[in-house]
């Protein structure tokens, strides 16, 4: 358990959002596995007043969260595949990247990203901790080290020969208990005209929008530019671009590289930085009525679930995400109350969620089951799912999410 800030080793006393009790958002079970007791943690987050990263209280390691049932692949939305696709082009272009270059991605999942790269001819290397998505990728002939980025072994890839002209590193940052170690890490692998580009929720979009579920073991962190900028500089790296994205509710892209580099500050940078200043991000009240507004959240959600059983309407979700588990864990969600979830990802379909116990079934069980309602559990992805899944009005299925708050889609 931490009760120190992870970045500054001030004291966690201001408390951010407490979440009750909840297993790893992503420890799927078997059906031999609902014969066993099931392991929780509290999910309690603070935030640090000295540098102002909001962080979780930490009872589980990283090593118990990305084993080798980790079943979280990247390549099954489209929306992401698109995504990465467009970011590859354009970093390409941006930076001159061709044969002669070396780029490295942390957290490569199963090759969504690099297969980009190494069809364009760009040498590369991914870093994966988690077997199931390491094995994924290499079918793909991409070269993949199966292990946590650390110090270490980025000293260990400089040594190789392998530095970067381009450190990736797309929903990670977040993921990381020793965000200094790993930072320090970016810095050592980097060539002295490198370039890193980190993507992570934002920080300001989340205090906005009450996107609570987003809070789970495996998010270490929440950041906010404010913060990242001040761990970047202790590594020797200054941040010199950034952009606002719309994934995952909001998210930024950060350019980072040495200190003396000669990338150029782009004002977008202060722009921001300015923005969360405004916001009152560096400011204790700020945090104080984030429980409040999650506890009405849930209370609402907690009213169209009863309500629907009432009129003996069937609610499913859609999409066994780790943001629905948050979700449905932190309201105390059992299969009376939400039957089943449709996941299109092989990897869950037959499991159950964890906690709430919910079997995982494939899309393709919808239109025999007809519900009346989905639930969309990855609010972020809505309208990709309902284009998929449009057909479930013909039998006058609803669509709905309950983040930010709970409402019936068009």
């Not at 990305?66 to 990465?84: C, P, Q, R």
């Not at 105390?332 to 709430?356: E, H, M, N």
Request: one cysteine or more; a negative charge; charged letters at 20%.
């Amino acid at each position: 358990m931490t009760s120190q800030c992870r970045h500054c080793g001030a004291p966690l006393v201001r408390p951010f959002a407490d979440l009750g009790f909840a297993p790893p958002s992503n420890a799927y079970l078997s059906a031999e596995d609902l014969k066993r007791p099931e392991t929780t943690y509290p999910l309690r987050t603070y935030v640090c007043t000295t540098c102002w990263l909001v962080q979780t209280e930490d009872y589980a390691d990283s090593g118990e969260i990305f084993n080798e049932d980790y079943a979280y692949f990247s390549s099954i939305s489209t929306g992401w595949l698109k995504h990465a696709a467009e970011y590859c082009q354009m970093i390409t272009q941006r930076l001159r990247l061709d044969s002669g270059s070396h780029v490295i991605e942390v957290a490569s999942n199963d090759g969504y990203l690099l297969k980009n790269f190494t069809s364009a001819g760009v040498p590369c290397l991914g870093i994966e901790p988690t077997a199931s998505t390491a094995q994924a990728a290499r079918a793909l002939g991409i070269e993949v080290l199966e292990e946590f980025f650390s110090f270490e072994l980025a000293c260990n890839l400089k040594q190789a020969g392998k530095s970067a002209d381009l450190i990736v590193g797309n929903n990670v940052y977040a993921h990381v208990p020793d965000i200094n170690d790993f930072t320090a890490g970016l810095a050592a692998a980097l060539k002295p005209e490198g370039v890193i580009t980190l993507e992570f929720p934002h920080l300001l979009q989340l205090l906005e929008f009450g996107q609570f579920d987003t809070i789970y073991h495996e998010h270490f962190s929440y950041l906010s530019l404010v913060t990242v900028q001040r761990i970047f500089r202790r590594a020797g790296l200054r941040i010199f671009d950034v952009e606002e994205l719309t994934t995952h509710g909001g998210s930024l892209r950060i350019y980072g590289c040495m200190e003396d580099s000669s990338h150029v500050s782009s004002p977008a940078v202060d722009a921001i930085l300015d923005r969360e200043r405004s916001a009152g991000l560096e400011r204790e009240v700020t945090y104080r009525s984030f429980q409040e507004r999650t506890e009405r959240t849930k209370a609402r959600f907690l009213e169209f679930l009863l309500s629907a059983k009432g009129r003996g309407e069937t609610v499913a979700a859609y999409g066994a995400a780790a943001k629905g588990n948050t979700l449905l864990n932190y309201a105390g969600i059992r299969p009376d109350l939400i039957s089943v979830a449709y996941d299109a990802a092989p990897s869950k379909q037959g499991k159950y969620l964890p906690g709430s116990h919910i079997p995982v079934l494939s899309p393709e069980k919808i239109p025999q089951d007809k519900p009346d309602w989905l639930l969309i559990l990855p609010w972020n992805i809505a309208d990709e799912i309902i284009r998929q899944h449009n057909y479930v009005r013909d039998w006058g299925c609803k669509f709905a999410v309950a983040i930010p708050e709970f409402k019936v889609l068009p």
